[in-house]
RNA sequence: GCGCCAUUAGCUCAGUUGGCAGAGCAAUUGACUCUUAAUCAAUGGGUCCUGGGUUCGAAUCCCUGAUGGCGCACCA
């Protein structure tokens, strides 16, 4: 920021930094050892009362540190709240305690400058634990001021722009992100009780495979090839289970070049997991038993309220066909229709929208369940046996040819998790791959290209699969009552804003 | 990409019918040795998002652009 464009304040702060600097403080002062957190010294003095706590005999001071949130400096003592990671706590800082040095010190920092105190737990007359201050020591001076302190910073954009200013002042915000990486860790140690193995693939791919999305493309000067970030990484960890891995997983980034929207960011956290010698079955019971380990782990309960919507997690969740759901809910039965220029007619009567490259049944039966179905899954449902077409990668169900084991989680109206007995046979593979290219001549930007090494892999035998992808800021959104994505992102992605910033 | 809405002091927000730009917090100065949205007194602080237009006169009305939010489309 050029200095012509300083506010008033900040010109007010930077005059006392060079202050500190004048009395040999340094403003941006070094290392504070600390005896105490604010919430282990909260749990250490929290429970004695006002009398036991003067009494008490302390082998050394205690020393904690934090921003000053407010403070009520009133002539010859003050008091002021200070903030760390796990909340505030009140110091008193008296004349008569820490001498006149120390007193101006304390009496013209600001609100936003990070300190510490070496003293004693008391109590207020009016009850509050707080630190007496023996010794104030300053260690960072803010240039800036924070925004105010009873309304916190509101403005949304502000809030995602600089993330740092709301999780300073707004405590929602940070436990939203440190339940998020609760969940996460929950996740890890779910898997990895259950024997799976943790790994880390490749994100610059040279074909983006796995999924039906438009890639990011990038380029590797050495080389002198394109690359793709990729877009889900399925492919790799099939190599792994043709490799011999019994299962593995990986939680990383993916990168689609779609649409930002409330629950889209270009680029957003999976969890992709294979099994082998499992199905979808078993991913079914799988993402059952550790969706319920996550929640009573992290939020301690199964049953959660998420858009005024009353959602029961515990085990046991609906099970059922697509085309049953769609006869649920429109009385359209597929499985009894086998004309394509019929299914497509259903679909005008009902005002849907067919573009080009559907040139199959599959692709109409997956749109009446997404114009139809997908809202009204309020309760965790698997929802599965998808048509072959919506499906390149997934085995067909034994006893119908035009559908495929695999399945989609819905909670709330929106998919969480994504499922398939994995296809093993490389010849089919093959066949599908074929027909990705030919919806590409047609139109279609999110098909596959042939990926002829993962057939290679294929060829020297995969065990049956079970695999899933989960969409883990979609969980994290659900488990913290997040309206948008952007709320569970650290740092969403915005278009920059004039000048340069990020 | 399309539609609707928002943008006023560092922050949170008012601003009437088009008629001098406002409050609270924060800041500065002073008083105050258990306050807690501390209190009391005084003071300073504005590209009213940008650029045009209408008008004697625009924060206010019209047009353009920027950024954001929401909805639609695309997708997970």
Same mark, same amino acid.
């Given at each position: =920021? ?53 009494? @008490? ?95 916190? @910073? ?135 038993? =550790? ?158 290209? =042939? ?52």
């Amino acid at each position: =920021m050029s200095e012509n464009k300083r506010t008033e304040q900040e010109i007010v702060r930077r005059e006392k930094a060079n202050e500190l600097r004048d009395n040999g403080i340094d403003p941006f002062g070094s290392r504070f050892d600390r005896t105490h957190n604010i919430k282990t010294f909260k749990e250490a003095f929290g429970s004695y009362s006002k009398e036991e706590i003067k009494e @008490l005999e302390l082998d050394e001071p205690v020393r904690i540190a934090g921003r000053v949130m407010s403070r009520r400096v009133k002539g010859k003592a003050g008091f002021a709240h200070i903030q760390d990671q796990y909340g505030q706590i009140q110091i008193y800082v008296r004349l008569d305690n820490v001498g006149e040095d120390q007193y101006q010190l304390f009496k013209k920092g600001d609100i936003g400058d990070i300190v510490g105190v070496i003293g004693k737990p008391m109590i207020t007359h009016t009850g509050e634990l707080t630190v007496k201050t023996e010794t104030f020591v300053h260690l960072t001076k803010a240039l800036r001021p924070l925004p105010e302190k009873y309304h916190g @910073l509101q403005d949304i954009e502000e809030r995602y722009r600089r993330r740092y200013l709301d999780l300073i002042m707004n405590e929602d915000s940070k436990d939203t992100f440190i339940l998020r990486s609760k969940i996460i860790q929950e996740m890890r140690s779910y898997l990895n009780d259950k024997g799976y193995l943790e790994v880390e693939t490749p994100i610059l791919h040279p074909i983006a495979g796995g999924a039906n999305a438009r890639p990011f493309v990038t380029h590797h000067n050495t080389l002198d090839m394109p690359f793709y970030l990729r877009i889900a990484p399925e492919l790799y960890l099939k190599r792994l289970i043709v490799g011999g891995f019994d299962g593995v997983y990986e939680i990383g980034r993916l990168f689609r070049n779609e649409g930002i929207s409330i629950e889209h960011n270009p680029e957003f956290t999976s969890l992709e997991l294979y099994l082998a010698y499992s199905d979808l079955e078993g991913m079914m019971d799988l993402t059952e038993n =550790m969706i319920n380990h996550i929640t009573n782990e992290t939020i301690g309960t199964d049953t959660i309220t998420y858009n005024d919507q009353e959602i029961d997690l515990s085990k046991g969740w609906r099970r059922i066909k697509m085309t049953d759901l769609i006869k649920e809910e429109t009385g359209v039965d597929f499985t009894d229709i086998d004309d394509f220029e019929e299914a497509k007619k259903l679909a005008k009567e009902r005002g849907l929208d067919v573009p080009d490259h559907f040139r199959s049944m599959g692709h109409i039966i997956n749109l009446f369940f997404e114009s139809f179905c997908e809202e009204s899954l309020t309760q965790p449902t698997f929802v599965h046996d998808y048509p072959i077409e919506v499906s390149p990668l997934t085995k067909k169900t034994p006893d119908d040819e035009r559908f495929t084991e695999r399945f989609e989680l819905f909670i709330a109206g929106r998919e969480y998790a994504n499922a398939y007995t994995e296809l093993n046979d490389p010849d089919d593979q093959y066949e599908r791959f074929k027909n990705q290219l030919k919806e590409k001549e047609l139109g279609s930007e999110e098909a596959n290209d =042939m990926d002829r090494d993962f057939i290679e892999a294929l060829e020297y035998g995969m065990p049956p699969t079970g695999g899933i992808g989960y969409g883990i800021d979609r969980l994290v959104m659900l488990l913290t009552g997040a309206e948008s994505i952007r709320d569970v992102l650290l740092f969403p992605h915005m278009r920059p804003r004039e000048g340069n910033q990020s």
